[in-house]
């Protein structure tokens, strides 16, 4: 029972570049979602999906598309990557009906 | 958009101190949330607090949800060596259905 993964631990990017993070849960919940961390903020919410097939955006969307083709699996994509999307990237899963999360380990993304 | 208030930024604790952070916000929450962040991993749950002046304790950890349902605190017990690490508040505002704040984080570092 691995929790929440996520691929790949590490990357960079040159500007302009494309790449998709990859969430897989295997606690069967079904909600997910994606989250940056920055230096000495708050985690803050890029796209949430409530089930298979459904996805909504959370707080900072922009420059960033999701996909939730499959309930275990939950995809990031960064279209044309900037430097200001350098960050830490997490994603969570939690049972429907409540507000408990349980996180993965984190990408690290570098755009240069 | 909203935001969440915690404090202290960071704490320079003794083995053996009890700790006490807090988190408040100027609407009214449904959900309060603490999770601890160790370097290079994920947040994990450490207390989810569901009504108005629910007190709950993890080990030697307490938290409270603030009766005005605008702040919630998080206390340590005799701290230990493996405490360290960034303590997060998060909580679901009134008028949200998914989506959680952030809080930036209590960093507990100990003297040496």
């Known amino acids: 029972n691995a929790g929440v993964t996520q691929t790949p631990k590490f990357r960079v990017l040159k500007t302009g570049q494309s790449m998709t993070l990859l969430c897989a849960q295997d606690m069967n919940h079904e909600y997910m979602y994606w989250y940056r961390q920055d230096p000495g903020m708050g985690l803050r919410l890029i796209h949430y999906s409530v089930g298979e097939g459904t996805t909504a955006k959370g707080e900072v969307p922009d420059g960033y598309n999701v996909s939730r083709l499959k309930k275990q699996n939950f995809l990031l994509g960064l279209e044309s990557a900037a430097p200001s999307q350098t960050s830490v990237y997490f994603c969570a899963a939690g049972l429907a009906g409540t507000d408990t999360q349980y996180f993965g380990p984190g990408t690290r993304l570098t755009v240069l | 958009g909203q935001q969440l208030n915690q404090s202290p930024q960071s704490m320079f604790i003794q083995e053996g101190e009890d700790v006490s952070m807090n988190c408040t916000s100027s609407s009214i929450f449904n959900t309060w949330l603490w999770y601890k962040q160790d370097p290079g991993e994920g947040p994990v749950l450490l207390i989810a607090l569901y009504k108005a002046g629910e007190l709950t304790s993890n080990g030697r950890l307490t938290a409270q949800f603030g009766i005005t349902r605008k702040d919630s605190f998080l206390n340590i017990s005799a701290s230990i060596p493996s405490d360290v690490g960034i303590y997060f508040c998060?909580?679901?505002?009134?008028?949200?259905?998914?989506?959680?704040?952030w809080g930036a984080g209590t960093k507990l570092i100990i003297k040496p």
């Open positions: 998060a909580g679901r505002p009134m008028d949200s259905n998914y989506q959680l704040i």
